[in-house]
């Protein structure tokens, strides 16, 4: 493999294969990984990122094929990053979202990358912000971050991106289920798919009544709009609604804000991993751990009394370890 | 720190018929590998782009239509303009036996694969030509 001056030099020039590799590096981590994202860091910010997240089997991959298309369709080029589960058996993972990206082919516009969870509990790892970060610093106008299939309390997504859509099928049971996620509370845009099918209206019509209570509350009026696959049209009421939630970012400066929150996120996300695995590796923690594991294990001390020893012990201050 | 193997797996042509290619990418899924499948119905042009995109360590490609003589020496020439000469190429599928000893001779294709070929076999074969992965 070239160099990574030399694969950083082949990026500035557009080179597809040098972007491809510089991300594997970022992947593997280290050193050359931060270098990477050092000469990255100063070219993002270009972009607009679109999270596209929602329950497997919403038909996520579908509408990112379709909207790649029309993105394209209007001139602009499209990054990808879309992640799928890894397998907490063997670490492996089939990644399959490219079976639905079938546009691809033969167009350098649209580069789609693939990766797998390795082991984030999130919906979007940090990872993908970073590979997202590359295609941001190659240049590519629009950047799509596909979510693993989300859980109804995966809420941090909302720092992953300047817009999020939510993507709902008619199926996915009644409007209580829509009441409770926590899914619904971070969406800028709500997308019914699959809205060929029976009951796609109706979901809408009480998606949109929780919308326009969330309006008078002084939030963005998250618009609903319904998409199909069989009915290729249909992704133009997204691509508009995109549109509008862009403009509205732009104005008052509301664009800014929101990256400046998720800066902030991102910085205490690696915050938080660093402490963590810096306890982790500490060797004090490792002999201090069996010993009080044993307290435990003899009934002597309840786990959160435990916890708390030990974290006093590390001299963390742990107001709320219960 | 390492990276899983990352593994292309693609149906180029015509044939509509992929749970062989299923089968396999479970089977290296279940050896901790990470695979792209990509899919029917797949031109060697989009295979290869898949390939430079997703800077994967080998391609795989299945081929059950008997159009391998002209998809495997093709899709090889397009991964090696495309600068994947360094990325290896295996194959399986419908492929007669002098067809396959053709095949493997040319640069860069490392193996191929008939039916009834055991996944536990095309596991070991992989895991061979990445040694210390």
Partial sequence: MPQLEELLAQFANGDMRAASRLMSVV????ADAERVLDAMFPRTGRAHRIAITGPGGAGKSTLINELARAFRASGRTVGVVAEDPSSPFSGGAILGDRVRMTHAGGDTGVFVRSLASRGSENGLSALASDLADVLDAFGRDIVLLESMGASQVETRIRFSADTIVVVLTPEAGDEVQSLKSG???????????KSDRGGAESLAGDLDAIMKIREKEGHWRCPVVMTSARDTGSVDTLTKALEEHGRYLDAEGRRAVRRQSSLRARLRARIDESIRSAIWQSPMLAQRFDAIFER??????????????????????????? | MKRPLKVLIA????????RGAKVIANALRDAGMEVVYT???????MIIEAAVQEDVDLVSVSVLSGAHMTLIPRIRELMNTAGLADVKLIAGGIIPDHDAAELKRLPGVAGIF??????RDVVTFIEGLFPGR
Avoid: F, Y
């Avoid at chain 1, 619904?184 to 709500?190: G, K, P, R, S």
């Fill in chain 1, 296 to 322: 435990v294990t003899a009934g002597s001390l309840p786990p959160w009394r435990a916890a708390r020893e030990l974290a006093e012990s590390l001299h963390i201050e742990s107001r709320s370890s219960r």
């Fill in chain 2, 11 to 18: 149906k180029p042509g015509l044939d509509g018929h992929d």
């Fill in chain 1, 183 to 193: 899914l619904l509370e971070v969406a800028d845009i709500v997308c019914v798919n």
């Fill in chain 1, 27 to 30: 992947e593997r981590g280290g």
């Fill in chain 2, 114 to 119: 008939g039916p009834g070929t055991s996944t």
């Fill in chain 2, 39 to 45: 899919g029917l119905h797949q031109t060697p042009e």
